[in-house]
């Protein structure tokens, strides 16, 4: 009898196998995927610090090939900064500079030509870049070479589209500058992460450069 009644208590192997499959939907990728991504939405002008910036899931482009239109331009970022704030560029240069990738970094007072105009030099520094960093800080906002260079930026690419980076450093959300309203921004607090946004942000623009390209090619 005693035998009998485990046999009539033991769980059907359907309902066993049922949730193990539940189980394992509940902890896939593309469902916690798809709740971070509800929880990262934001409007414009709000700051991604708080968010982490993901490269593509097609990590496997190389934007290092000989074809890349990466070639396309001279540089891959140039940073947009004021001159007290040359210490922190210098850093950020060297990150990226330092990466497996190799950036191509356009600083100002290291890469502009002697005896060049100065508009010409940012001109030239704005339309041979891929990306470009606007590191604004109070420095920033009081040199109009600075907003010259963002509004430069701003006409080679009205819609952004990754280009553009804005960056927070000792600036409040209140004057963020008006023409960057429609662009997500970087604040930045710890410096250590807010170069590893810009280094992923860069990346998957050219990521995307280079995977558009491809597509056309076909």
């Known amino acids: 009898a005693g035998w009998f009644r485990r046999l009539l208590h ?13 189980h394992s939907a509940s902890s896939s990728p593309s469902s916690s995927s798809s709740s971070s991504a509800k929880s990262s939405s934001s409007s414009p002008g709000t700051s991604l610090a708080t968010s982490s910036i993901s490269l593509s899931p097609v990590s496997a482009v190389d934007i290092s090939a000989s074809d890349s239109p990466r070639w396309d331009k001279s540089y891959d970022v140039c940073i947009c900064h004021s001159e007290g704030d040359v210490e922190l560029v210098s850093e950020l240069v060297s990150y990226l500079e330092g990466q497996p990738e190799s950036f191509r970094c356009f600083l100002q007072l290291r890469d502009a030509v002697a005896g060049g105009a100065v508009v010409t030099e940012l001109c030239d520094a704005v339309q ?3 990306c470009w960093v ?5 420095g920033f906002l009081q040199d109009p070479w600075c907003r010259y260079q963002m509004h430069q930026a701003l ?21 963020y500058p008006r023409e960057l309203r429609n662009i997500y921004y970087i604040y930045m607090a710890l410096k250590e992460k ?9 990346m998957r623009y050219l990521q995307e450069l280079c995977r558009s390209s491809t597509k056309s090619m076909e």
């Open 194 to 202: 807010s170069f590893r946004q810009i280094r992923d942000t860069v």
């Open 128 to 130: 041979n870049s891929h």
């Open 155 to 175: 006409a080679e690419a009205p819609m952004a589209n990754g280009r553009t980076i804005p960056v927070l450093k000792d600036v409040d959300r209140k004057d």
């Open 134 to 138: 606007m590191l604004i800080t109070p």
């Open 10 to 22: 033991k769980p059907k192997p359907s309902s066993v196998e049922s949730l193990k499959s539940s």
